[in-house]
Every structure is written in structure tokens, then in C-alpha cells.
């Protein structure tokens, strides 16, 4: 499964930013797309990875950080193998790379991984 994550840039305190993130692979590994749980990571500077959302695998169910939980919606259409990150009310702290993840059943670890797309929070 190969994840591409995209729509990161600079917004300043208070806007809003959406995140995409595009699976491909070869037949996802066997599996299709709403097979999969998709995750949203992110890693500041200096700063250890960190949840943000998750939405499970065929029922949609998601779940958010406390950081995220009323700012960030985690949506997905697994029509067009995506999923999407509507972050609004961004503060500086918001800064990251931001990673789009997947797995099978939901986990801590998720077994794949998109290269990051850069979030930057400032006036």
C-alpha cells in the first residue's frame, strides 16, 4: 500500500488547512480500501510522533486526539481510495509534518506509512 499525502503549506493562526491522502498499491495488498484503518500522525520539531485521527475500517468510526477533538475532522471515500484531514482553528502548536497512515485492524503501530506533508502555523 502506497500512501500519498498532500495539501500541507503555511496558514496563519486561526485559518484552516484540508489534508489529502491518496492510497494506491497494487490491489492494496490483496485488500480493498475500506479495509483498511487510516490514521493521521503528526511530528513537530524536536518532538516525538503523534496521534491525531483515526477512522476505522468499515463501519467509519473515528477518533481524535484531545488536541484535535472539535478543530479536525477525519473523513475518507473509499471510492476514490482517500481519506482527508479539515483541520480548522489552527494554532501555532498545530506546526508539524503531518502523516497519513495505514492498517488493517486499528492499532497503536500502523504497518504503512506516507511520507509527511509540512503544516506550518504563523502570522
Known amino acids: 500500500v502506497q500512501l500519498q499525502a498532500s495539501g500541507g503549506g503555511l496558514v496563519q493562526p486561526g485559518g484552516s488547512l484540508r489534508l489529502s491522502c491518496a492510497a494506491s498499491?497494487?490491489?492494496?495488498?490483496?485488500?480493498?480500501?475500506?479495509?483498511?484503518?487510516m490514521y493521521w500522525f503528526r511530528q513537530a520539531p524536536g518532538r516525538d510522533r503523534e496521534f491525531v485521527a483515526a477512522?476505522?475500517?468499515?463501519?467509519?468510526?473515528?477518533y481524535y486526539s484531545d488536541s484535535a477533538k472539535g478543530r479536525f475532522t477525519i473523513s475518507r471515500d473509499n471510492a476514490k481510495n482517500t481519506v482527508w484531514l479539515q483541520m480548522n482553528s489552527l494554532n501555532p502548536e498545530d506546526t508539524a509534518d503531518y502523516f497519513c497512515?495505514?492498517?488493517?485492524?486499528?492499532?497503536?503501530?500502523?504497518?504503512?506509512w506516507g511520507q509527511g506533508t509540512l503544516v506550518t502555523v504563523s502570522s
Open positions: 498499491g497494487r490491489a492494496f495488498s490483496g485488500r480493498a480500501f475500506n479495509e483498511y484503518t
Open positions: 497512515a495505514a492498517s488493517l485492524a486499528p492499532t497503536d503501530n500502523p504497518n504503512y
Open positions: 477512522i476505522i475500517r468499515y463501519d467509519g468510526r473515528t
